[in-house]
């Protein structure tokens, strides 16, 4: 599973990168994380159309990293739809419609997964772990295919401004060959080439980009302090000199 992620690049750059036509203001104030936990507020890209021309347009915004239904009772199921999976999308109600209509990039630079490597002790239960940035080899974004979904708070006014709440899930797909090693599964990181199909919302079928080529990425071990969400900074991608993995996986 995707848990952990990090978004720094800045937004101009982005801009430039996606072809971005706005940017919402709550995205322009979201400050740079190398930890982006589940329930944080995250930036996203979209396509929709204006109610009034119709003309569509590729935006920046920001939504809660957990999915909420729009019709759940309370927003605090999100925590648990931090991912997606592509093998079940249409299997889920809350993701197949919103599989169909409301597909968006979730903006990061890499994202961290841990390796399991056996007893921490001799006998003892607690497995020890190898924390990895993965990240991008040869783009500078990690566009992770997303879906977001709209929720109303039944108990707010109309005239309340957090009424609406958006919020995104990452979809996830099985490990490429060169990733089983760390981890059974991982984001799914859109190649270039598929960024515009994937925003499309006249696209109400996009399962074929399931199947896309992902893009290539790049490992190396880092330091345990990504493990608490206490801890930000671009230290956490830096490599861990001492490694606790004997044999680091380097792609």
Known sequence: MCGRFASFTKDQDLTDELAIAEIAEDARL???????????????VVERASRDSGAVTRSMRVARWGLVPSWAKDPGVGARMINARSETL?????????FAARRCLVLADGYYEWRKLGP???????????????????????A????YEFWRNPAASETDPDRWLVSTTVVTRP???????????MPLVLPRSAWDAWLDPAV??????????PTRLTTRPVRDAVGSVQNDGPELIEEDPEPRDPKPVRV
């Open 120 to 142: 921490a002790a001799p006998g003892s239960k607690k497995i020890a772990k190898q924390p990895y940035w993965i990240h991008p080899a040869e783009q500078d974004v990690a």
């Open 90 to 98: 249409l299997d889920k109600p809350a993701f197949a419609k919103p």
């Open 30 to 44: 979201l400050p740079p994380s190398w930890n982006v936990a589940p329930t944080d507020p995250v930036r996203i």
């Open 144 to 147: 992770l295919a997303g879906l």
């Open 204 to 213: 109400t079928d996009a399962s074929e980009l399931l199947e896309v080529e």
């Open 175 to 185: 490990a490429a060959e060169s990733m089983t090693a760390i981890h059974d599964r």
